[in-house]
């Protein structure tokens, strides 16, 4: 079976090396695209390829037709929405995601910047600390578990909401859940969102609910731009001038939220994910899942039905 990297943005030569060390160990072929700058060249690779790997590349109905021969695409990340996972269904395609993988990166960048925003941006005026802060995850998956696990070594009181998740699985973890979404903005000092992006998530952080949070309230955002409702959150944060946003995914309206000076930050990229553990970690879990697929049938990682 001949597999394809195909990444704009290119993992690391490290996770390449272990990415080629499980796939033709398993003896499938490996082919790699990097770097490319035209969707003409990936259309070309895939061409032949029985398996993809990619990052944040997007898979979608044109990609898909010209992959005549392609059983498998895996995104090397948890987030999928790069996928048409219809499209994917439609080809008799798997299209699978490697959770977990990048959750401790993804956690340590959400505390670095709450750190960062309590610490009013570092310029020089005193902030406050994060010990005894009530904490509210906005979902408990892989993320917001690690995140939960920082957290509680920073002093803070951990609170999660997850739509999923039993609340009794949350309070085995130490948390404590709350019955839902508006709760856990009217209980907590900070919010980080960790929510997929959904029909019913996109646009859902709004005004209404942002605006439950009590004085001082920071919300985060490492999970998706879509689920913020950026000009409500522009006219809340204009109402409230206690309130701070913080991100790595850069908003549409980013001009607008710079003028909350010391109050937004965004990182100029996401940057979740972009560690070198989780690059390789990520990479690795995609090969392995591909070469299970094709050894057993294993689609155990599939997102679309």
């Given amino acids: 079976?001949?597999?394809?990297?195909a990444t704009e943005k290119p993992f690391a030569p490290v996770a390449v090396e272990g990415i080629r060390k499980e796939i033709?160990?398993?003896?499938?072929?490996?082919?790699?695209?990097?770097?490319?700058?035209?969707?003409?060249?990936?259309?070309?690779?895939?061409?032949?390829?029985?398996?993809?790997?990619?990052?944040?590349?997007?898979?979608?109905?044109?990609?898909?037709?010209?992959?005549?021969?392609?059983?498998?695409?895996?995104?090397?990340?948890?987030?999928?929405d790069n996928i048409d996972l219809a499209a994917a269904t439609a080809h008799n395609v798997v299209a699978e995601n490697t959770p977990g993988q990048n959750a401790n990166a993804v956690a340590e960048l959400v505390m670095g910047l709450l750190v960062f925003a309590v610490r009013n941006f570092y310029n020089g005026k005193a902030g406050t600390e994060l010990k005894g802060k009530k904490l509210g995850l906005l979902a408990?998956?892989?993320?917001?578990?690690?995140?939960?696990?920082?957290?509680?070594?920073?002093?803070?009181?951990?609170y999660a909401y997850d739509a999923y998740c039993p609340a009794t699985v949350i309070e085995e973890a130490g948390v404590h859940a709350v019955a839902n979404q508006e709760a856990l903005f009217e209980t907590c000092d900070v919010v980080s969102l960790h929510i997929p992006a959904?029909?019913?998530?996109?646009?859902?952080i709004n005004y209404a609910?942002?605006?439950?949070?009590?004085?001082?309230?920071?919300?985060v955002n490492t999970a998706r731009k879509e689920?913020?409702?950026?000009?409500?959150?522009i006219k809340?944060?204009?109402?409230?001038?206690?309130?701070?946003?913080?991100?790595?995914?850069?908003?549409?309206?980013?001009e607008e939220f710079c003028k909350?000076?010391?109050?937004?930050?965004?990182?100029?990229?996401?940057?979740?994910?972009?560690?070198?553990?989780?690059?390789i970690n990520a990479g690795i879990a995609a090969a392995k899942q591909i070469n299970a697929y094709f050894a057993t049938g294993d689609t155990r990682f599939q997102v679309n039905k």
């Fill in 1 to 5: 079976m001949k597999v394809l990297i």
């Fill in 24 to 80: 033709e160990g398993a003896g499938h072929e490996l082919a790699i695209l990097e770097k490319y700058t035209d969707k003409a060249q990936l259309l070309d690779a895939v061409k032949d390829a029985n398996a993809l790997i990619i990052r944040s590349d997007k898979v979608d109905a044109e990609v898909l037709d010209a992959a005549k021969e392609l059983k498998v695409v895996v995104r090397a990340g948890a987030g999928f």
């Fill in 140 to 158: 408990f998956g892989n993320v917001g578990r690690n995140v939960a696990r920082i957290a509680k070594g920073f002093g803070m009181d951990v």
């Fill in 198 to 204: 959904t029909p019913e998530t996109k646009q859902s």
């Fill in 209 to 219: 609910l942002v605006g439950k949070m009590k004085k001082g309230g920071i919300l």
């Fill in 227 to 233: 689920v913020i409702n950026e000009p409500e959150l």
């Fill in 236 to 254: 809340l944060m204009q109402e409230r001038e206690d309130l701070k946003f913080v991100t790595d995914i850069m908003p549409d309206a980013n």
């Fill in 260 to 279: 909350f000076e010391a109050r937004y930050f965004s990182t100029p990229k996401k940057m979740g994910a972009q560690t070198a553990e989780a690059n």
